[in-house]
């Protein structure tokens, strides 16, 4: 009887069989690991990207804050000049009012009256004097309500003086400081 050994064959087989499936194996691990290597740098390149757009974003605010800083404070330098302007404008207007008044005031006075004092507080205007008689005192009233730094002229009180034997009229007037219309 003629023996056939088909085991050497088969065997051969297997191992031909299973070199090809574990060459398969290897190049489709090779094959993946190829394809997550490709994926896993384009997602670092992607991350890096966006890093350096982030980067560059921060830097561009930064700039703009130190620019903001720059205008907030241009912004207040420019509201305390404005507020020394104006303090300065109700200086030169208030440097010029006593003047006029007292101009004023002089302008009015009539001859026969004389003052005896005057004051000016917050607008309002004091004025004391003696007179010869009550139409001298009506007359420097009528002369003073003309004025236009004069205002809301009042007589407070006339009372009568004797001195060296004349017959005086002491008067007390109050009126408001008024600035003319330019």
Known sequence: ???????????????????SQLSILFLSLLAVSVACGAEYFRV??????????ISSVETEINQLKKKIGEVSRYKNLQADLKKKLEILQVLKDGRSGPV?????????????????????????VVVDGVAVDENVVASFMEKLGASPYYGDVELKGISQLVMNEVKLQ?????????KPVK
């Not at 008044?101 to 005896?116: C, I, Q, R, S, V």
Request: charged share 30%; hydrophobic share 40%; with cysteine.
């Open 170 to 178: 002491k008067f007390t007037l109050n009126c408001k400081a008024t």
């Open 1 to 19: 009887m003629i023996k056939i050994n088909l085991l050497p064959v088969r065997a051969a087989q297997k191992k031909e069989k299973l070199r």
């Open 44 to 53: 670092v390149a992607k991350v890096e990207s966006k890093k350096a757009q």
């Open 100 to 124: 006029h008044l007292l101009d004023e005031l002089n302008h009015a006075l009539p001859e026969k009256l004389w003052l005896t004092g005057y004051s000016v507080s917050e607008g309002n």
